[in-house]
């Protein structure tokens, strides 16, 4: 919201020779962000109101050139020569006379041009940069002002703009209005309040029928008609420049009016042109499927969440958002219908972002709007069109009023000194609540507290106690360091989860987070059948994007966008890795809504928690291209399936678990090419490549290799146990057993260990074979086996007797025959 100092000075009663500085120290102790405090720029020597009197088109020349009269005060007037043609012989200008410096350090001198002598210069905004509109020179009218009037007061160049920063809760604060309440308080001044004018004795039946179909979404509607008014009429200088100053653009007059309203009351309004609107207006929701072109000629599918204004043509407004097309204002409107209406807030919001459609009465209308101020502000904007075009009023407004009175709320008088750690007497808290504006009842402990209409953030205590110890100043509540406790260290859990991102790191995997939201796409990107649990999802009521809606389920689809993004970007060699948060969907109980005076009771709690969906903590990795580089020391090796279960490995050894690994099926891997991945008997996760579609769908190189698992799935780690050392021989024996590929690879390796008996110290499998000398179907298993005793020297036939049992071990349960 950007404040004129000079506009706020007209509502307030600041102290004389307030400084920038103390007025910007009173907006931040009002809990006011100030992003920034424009000053005007510099502009020196004599510079004023001229009056055109006179214009001599000059021919001859490459563009139309005029060569005009001015007066400027003095006993003679000042010819100018003029290149603009949006001015005509009696308008007041602004003259820049020799001597004056305009921004820009362009110095004004008296020269010979175009044959003449041009004795200064008229101005266009930008000139006197106040404005970007260079496409003719200001006008300021034909009346108000006297030539040789200095121009520095009639434009503002001595005015400060403060541009603040207002929070979502306090809507009232985007308007002049609310800022002029808010800071007469805190300086203990007067103020006046634009709102508080009389309302004119309107006469006759109302000018147009109207019916509020959805009172829950819209309590107070008013409309006022107006004819007569004078198209061409131009908006008043003082009404431009105020519009500028607040970042609006003008427009014409009746809709520079209705933005003038909204900056003063906080009540955006909309003009309709009244000729063009058939029958009778409806307020309701719209039918999906119904289309509206609005103002910035977009054709817009509507949908059933839409609050529309409609008459018998159909749609002819988005209600909050922007009008239609079919009602707009035009260069030869004459009749108009002023709208001004209180709408639920978060309907707004939700179409707002629907459609894309950001505007100054949407941000208002989002945060809340004074639903008192409805009439009033069509009675401002009325009479300006009455005193600017010539309108006149046709018949009373219409005010259709379905509001419920406000509920009071109890306030314990102590609770804001309480949370605030100020002693606050009951008589500070009541007053500190009167400047808001809000109706105090009853003394001693419990107050009975009454917020105005235009609060509808106050809702709780906790919401006036803010309001208590912002106005009694928040520099007011000591700094007190509190004394920390003894520290415990990380959670076994927040040493886990570090070793696993450090190990991945050491592993040569760069950590890429995503945003914890996906949509239904990227789970139908990567294949995942109709009953998968990860379809399962927790849909977010208010998501930053429409697009992405709910909550995660897997890593895998932001981690594959993070990989599918940087091979876009010409990286070939990628090996990523992601540990967060995914969330379980469900069914699940409605969550309480605690109170933030005392602490939650342990029903409320575990009812809080058991609203709350599962949150496991998921491992996963992506890589492809070269996992190994080609260079001088060889042709390198590419990323495979096994990389993804070597990074399996890897993180369950950071976690302190044993993993097994066998062969599985599961979207969106390969179904030949994926492996469960299992602790103990449970399933923690899957490795291994992707399924072509998905990599063809992603925009990933072919066999891309992934992999995702459940690290709270594996078991709380043991106190570590150094292993016993010893002193005698170890016996190296290698065996290649030929068995059938079908068989895993896990469970023959068990076999031998459990086969070998207790003597065996190692086994490590080093080579697998497949090729002419092995049946087809089979393969070769090579591994290495290391026999050790503890406590004395192993025999050659105590080693063999060993390396017997395991192979024959092998034999019994796969079939397994030692290679030659």
């Not at 989860?497 to 789970?523: C, D, H, K, M, N």
Request: with cysteine; aromatic share 6%; glycine share 10%.
């Amino acid at each position: 919201m950007k404040v004129p100092v000079s506009w706020l000075s007209e509502l307030v009663d600041l102290p004389a020779g307030m400084p920038v500085e103390e007025l910007d120290a009173a907006f931040v102790r009002l809990g006011f962000e100030v992003e920034e405090i424009v000053r005007p720029p510099a502009t020196t020597g004599p510079l004023v109101v001229g009056r055109v009197l006179d214009i001599e088109e000059l021919t001859g020349f490459k563009k139309p050139i005029r060569y005009t009269q001015v007066d400027v005060g003095e006993a003679q007037p000042r010819g100018i020569v003029c290149g603009a043609r949006n001015f005509a012989a009696g308008d007041l200008v602004v003259a820049a006379l020799p001597g004056a410096v305009l921004p820009g350090n362009f110095a004004i001198a008296a020269r010979k041009t175009y044959d003449h002598i041009s004795d200064g210069m008229i101005c266009s905004v930008r000139e006197l940069g106040i404005g970007e509109d260079h496409a003719g020179i200001l006008v300021l009218g034909q009346d108000g002002f006297e030539p040789g009037t200095p121009a520095a007061d009639v434009l503002g160049l001595d005015d400060v703009v403060f541009d603040l920063e207002v929070t979502p809760d306090r809507g009232y604060a985007m308007s002049m209005r609310g800022i002029a309440r808010d800071l007469a308080g805190t300086l203990g001044v007067s103020w006046r309040d634009p709102a508080d004018l009389p309302l004119p004795a309107w006469s006759g039946a109302p000018a147009w029928d109207v019916t509020v179909a959805d009172a829950d979404r819209c309590d107070r509607f008013s409309m006022l008609a107006l004819e007569d008014l004078d198209p061409s009429a131009p908006s008043p200088w003082a009404l431009r420049q105020r519009l500028t100053q607040c970042g609006v653009r003008s427009i014409s007059l009746a809709v520079d009016v209705t933005n003038y309203v909204m900056l003063e009351l906080g009540q955006p309004m909309h003009a309709f042109d009244r000729d063009a609107v058939r029958g009778p207006i409806t307020v309701r929701t719209a039918t999906a499927g119904e289309r509206l072109t609005t103002l910035d000629g977009a054709d817009r599918r509507l949908t059933d969440d839409d609050l529309l204004i409609t008459d018998d043509s159909g749609p002819i407004g988005m209600a909050g958002v922007m009008g239609g097309a079919s009602t707009e204002i035009g260069d030869s409107t004459t009749a108009v219908l002023l709208e001004a209406a209180h709408w639920e807030q978060t309907g707004i919001s939700r179409g707002v972002r629907r459609h894309r459609l950001p505007s100054e009465a949407g941000k208002r209308f989002e945060r809340g709007t004074d639903p008192e101020v409805t009439v009033v502000a069509l009675a401002r904007a009325a009479g300006l069109l009455v005193e600017h075009g010539g309108a006149r009023v046709v018949g009373a407004p219409v005010d259709v009023d379905t509001r419920a009175p406000r509920q009071a709320i109890a306030l314990d008088a102590g609770l804001p000194g309480r949370i605030a750690g100020v002693d606050y007497t009951p008589t500070q808290v009541v007053e500190a609540l009167e400047a808001v504006g809000v109706t105090v009842e009853g003394d001693g402990g419990t107050l009975r507290v009454t917020p105005p209409s235009w609060r509808g953030d106050l809702l709780e205590p906790a919401d006036l106690v803010e309001e208590v110890v912002r106005f009694r100043g928040f520099d007011e509540i000591p700094s007190i360091l509190p004394t920390a406790p003894p520290g415990r260290g990380l959670t076994e859990r927040q040493r886990r989860r570090r070793s696993i991102g450090r190990t991945l790191a050491e592993a040569g995997y760069v950590e890429a987070p995503a945003f914890p939201f996906i949509g239904t796409p990227q789970l139908d990107a990567l294949g995942l059948p109709g009953d998968d649990d990860r379809r399962r999802v927790v849909t977010v009521r208010n998501p930053l994007s429409e697009e992405a809606p709910v909550l995660r389920t897997t890593l895998l689809p932001g981690l594959l966008a993070s990989l599918a993004r940087n091979v876009a970007r010409g990286l070939r060699d990628v090996a990523l890795f992601e540990h967060g948060a995914v969330f379980s969907g469900g069914e699940r109980a409605a969550a309480p809504l605690p109170g933030v005076d005392r602490r939650p009771d342990d029903a409320t709690l575990a009812a809080l928690l058991g609203a709350v969906p599962a949150q496991p903590w998921h491992v996963a990795v992506a890589v492809t291209g070269q996992r190994e580089p080609r260079g001088w020391w060889g042709p390198g090796r590419p990323a495979e399936w096994a990389d993804a279960v070597q990074a399996a490995r890897v993180v369950a050894q950071a976690a302190g678990a044993e993993l097994t690994v066998r062969a599985g099926e599961r979207a969106p891997w390969h179904p030949g090419r994926c492996a469960e991945l299992l602790v103990g008997d449970r399933v923690v996760g899957h490795a291994g490549e992707l399924h072509p579609k998905v990599c063809e769908t992603l925009g990933l190189p072919p066999r891309t290799s992934v992999m995702e698992l459940d690290a709270d799935a594996f078991p709380a780690p043991t106190v570590p146990v150094a292993p016993s050392i010893s002193t005698f021989p170890p016996v190296h024996m290698d065996a290649a057993l030929v068995v059938a590929k079908h068989h895993p690879e896990a469970e023959l390796r068990a076999a031998l260990a459990e086969g070998a008996g207790e003597l065996l110290e190692d086994l490590r499998l080093f080579d697998v074979y497949e090729g002419s000398q092995v049946p087809e179907g089979h393969r070769s298993l090579a591994y290495a086996f290391t026999f050790r005793a503890p406590d004395r020297t192993l025999t050659g036939e105590e080693a063999k007797a060993a390396f017997d049992g395991a192979v024959s071990m092998a034999t019994a349960g796969f079939e397994a025959t030692l290679r030659a």
